[in-house]
């Protein structure tokens, strides 16, 4: 295997070979830096994951409740009220017939013995039923629509069938859970460049320190010679350094904290009668968030070192 190495890197030309060197050895010298530093490197890594754990909490909250609507039963179905007058023969053609069409996924009819048997369940009063000789109740069906957006067009649609008495549906609760995701929607968008800029700020502040205390040396190898992008190397490479240990941090942080409010949840979901589960972080979003957090750590230490390479006129 090492053979095998060694032909390819000798196939490749010089120049590669000698840039490759540099960049890897720019990499692992800035990562034993902030070895030598634990306790600054470890404070400045727990601001970085504090600053983007609050973003990243939020969007999993707004994911985890734009998903809650799929783990409710029947919260996005419309009750279909028949006539008194229409038998058991019609409401099941009916029934039959709206299932057939597209917007709907399902239909479920609830016979007025059904109904009276739930009803009578639910407030405690099976011997008072019991004695009812006449049901008053008429046929329900409770349709489930294909999606939530569909809901009035489609309750003026079955409004118009012939047997219908009334359609109820509360799209109240609809609007108001809309209206709450796009607001924290909107709050995790600003919060996360918020926070994105403190991310920058923050390794570009800790880059600025090391810059200061190695100051002296970047002068000497300026003035033997050394490149702009040579000096601003290894403080670059401490910089993708710093972000990718935040967004980890962070990442685990998030994860713990969805741990601890497992339990909570599936207590609140079983008042509902509900199975209630947090969704975890995925996969998708954890690489943009450590790749993310990397980028930023490079973007605040480029900003850092060139500041200071025009002060020294290099």
């Given at each position: 295997?090492?053979?095998?190495?060694?032909?390819?890197?000798?196939?490749?030309?010089?120049?590669?070979?000698?840039?490759?060197?540099?960049?890897?050895?720019?990499?692992?010298?800035?990562?034993?830096?902030?070895?030598?530093?634990p306790i600054a490197s470890a404070m400045t890594v727990m601001v970085l994951a504090v600053a983007l754990c609050l973003p990243t909490g939020l969007?999993?909250?707004?994911?985890?409740?734009?998903?809650?609507?799929?783990?409710?039963?029947?919260?996005?179905?419309?009750?279909?009220?028949?006539?008194?007058?229409v038998d058991d023969q019609q409401a099941m053609r009916l029934s039959s017939r709206l299932s057939a069409w597209d917007e709907i996924t399902?239909?479920?009819?609830?016979?007025?013995?059904?109904?009276?048997?739930?009803l009578a369940g639910q407030m405690g009063l099976g011997e008072a039923v019991a004695a009812i000789e006449d049901n008053p109740l008429p046929w329900v069906l409770e349709v489930t629509p294909?999606?939530?957006?569909?809901?009035?067009?489609?309750?003026?649609?079955?409004?118009?069938?012939?047997?219908?008495?009334?359609?109820?549906?509360?799209?109240?609760?609809?609007?108001r859970l809309a209206a709450?995701?796009?607001?924290?929607?909107?709050?995790?968008?600003?919060?996360?460049?918020?926070?994105a800029a403190a991310v920058a700020f923050v390794v570009g502040n800790t880059i600025r320190m090391d810059i200061h205390n190695r100051r002296e040396e970047?002068?000497?190898?300026?003035?033997?010679?050394?490149?702009?992008?040579?000096?601003?190397?290894p403080f670059l490479y401490s910089g993708l350094w710093y972000g990718l240990a935040g967004g980890l941090l962070a990442w685990v942080l998030v994860r713990l904290a969805l741990v601890v409010?497992?339990?909570?949840?599936?207590?609140?979901?079983?008042?509902?009668?509900?199975?209630l589960g947090l969704r975890p972080l995925s996969p998708r979003l954890s690489l943009a968030l450590v790749l993310g957090s990397g980028a930023l750590g490079v973007i605040g230490s480029w900003l850092a070192v060139d500041r200071h390479l025009r002060r020294i006129q290099l």
């Open positions: 295997m090492t053979t095998r190495l060694r032909t390819a890197d000798s196939r490749l030309p010089g120049g590669i070979r000698a840039w490759g060197r540099r960049h890897a050895f720019s990499l692992l010298s800035s990562l034993g830096t902030l070895v030598r530093q969007w999993v909250a707004l994911d985890n409740a734009s998903h809650l609507g799929q783990d409710w039963e029947h919260l996005d179905t419309l009750s279909v009220f028949l006539d008194g007058g399902a239909v479920d009819p609830i016979s007025p013995s059904e109904g009276l048997s739930e294909m999606t939530a957006s569909v809901l009035p067009e489609l309750a003026r649609r079955l409004q118009r069938e012939e047997g219908v008495e009334s359609v109820i549906v509360d799209l109240q609760w609809l609007e709450m995701i796009e607001v924290i929607r909107q709050l995790t968008i600003l919060l996360a460049l918020l926070f970047i002068e000497v190898m300026a003035l033997v010679g050394a490149t702009r992008g040579f000096i601003r190397r409010l497992a339990g909570p949840v599936e207590v609140l979901g079983g008042t509902y009668d509900a199975e």
